[in-house]
């Protein structure tokens, strides 16, 4: 569907939009602080009835001031309206607060990007994501991940988990259908959807391709469970041309794993799933592709989270344009032999055979 071929925007409303966009950190952290104190939570609790400005910094051991421009700020926003100096929810804050695709958002662009994005420019000019040093100091936020603190950790597996986690139960159908024997799970992370392969088929055998870092995670996730004799480990840095892949699985899943690379990059990766497949075996890409997106709200989220990617993940990535992408499956010898929209939130399914 394309959503981007059209201005149907009236003068008022563009000019409108524009101080919506200009303001839009300010937007982003009124509307944090709303919630992270609790007023959004008070004003909602308190029905159709509505609070007041006393009642609400009174209850919430908050200044007047403090208070009074937060809720200003949200009138304009459009989290809260007023009526005889009484203050509702609206639709949006509501929302804001209880909804949690909107909840894993916005904790990711906040604990993960918001203070690198400051240098986006820099990241485009020098092609380098110039907003990781504000996380910590490594080449990649791949490198970092298993050292983040706590809190960023947590919004960015939260953010990661739940547009995957939505999608695994359908795409397991898919990758199950052709009776798969060995899988490679590459970019396989934390080991969650080689647990669900386990739980799945009582025969397959997975082996996970990851960093050290996020293997060891995976290898602890699993050490809980009655899988371990099934589950493989293969550390690696896939930046590295000369690491060639296990050979000898008739199936290789990538989950959102392609995203995190560069159109050349891309091509190394699939060139050496090439050399590693069986001839039959099978490809199975799962990305989540703004063009193929069924909603305008979904294409905006991952044309977004692309400058993510060149910001603060590894400057030189993105959620990909399937038309940008195809090229690329093309170029490392493969066919798409099938394709799946619209799995879970957003997803695309993949498959892919040797030429
Ligand atoms: C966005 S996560 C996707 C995780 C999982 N497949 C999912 O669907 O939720 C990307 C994964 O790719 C891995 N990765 C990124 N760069 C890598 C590299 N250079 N070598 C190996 N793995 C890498 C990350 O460690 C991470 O586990």
Redesign the pocket.
Known sequence: MNFFNKDTKTAFEAISYAQFIAFAPIVFQATKSLRDLGILALVESAGTKGITLKEIYTQLNLSEYGARVLLEAGLGIGLVIKNDEKYTITKTGVFILNDKMTTVNLDFTHDVCYQGLFTLTDSIKQGKPTGLKTLGNWP?V?EG?AHLPKHIQDSWFAF??YY?DGSFGQALAELFKRKPKHIL?????TG??TLKCMNYNPDVKVTI???PG?LAMAKENVAKTPFVERVNYFP????DESQKFPKGADAIW????L???SEDEIVSILKRCHEAIADDGHIYI?ETFWDRQKFEPAAFSLQMTSLYFTNIANGNSQMYDSAVFNHLIDKAGFNIVEQIDNIGISHTVQVCKKK
């Open positions: 990649t791949y991940l990661d988990h995957s799970d590459i970019g396989g992370n969650k959807f391709l990851d960093l996020q690696i840095n896939i930046l990538m989950s959102q794993f995203d995190c690379f799962m």
